[in-house]
């Protein structure tokens, strides 16, 4: 069984909770799934989920800084 460090990184979050911490419409997530663009995400079932990880690294890649 792993640690609870190890999993700490793969939370999984509903389309709502990902949608809130990226300050944008559910919506908007749905959309970029049916274009398979954006978020990578995950299917439990029928569930959609999203990973802590790659919304981190989405925001990290989408971050653009000013050039001095």
Known sequence: ???NADNAGRSLLTP???AEQLKIPVSTLSRWR???RELPYVTVG?????????IDR???DNTVNPVE
């Open 46 to 54: 029928r569930l959609i989920r999203y990973r802590q990880t790659d």
């Open 34 to 36: 049916s274009e398979r």
């Open 58 to 60: 989405w925001v990290d």
């Open 16 to 18: 709502g909770q990902a």
């Open 1 to 3: 069984m792993k640690n």
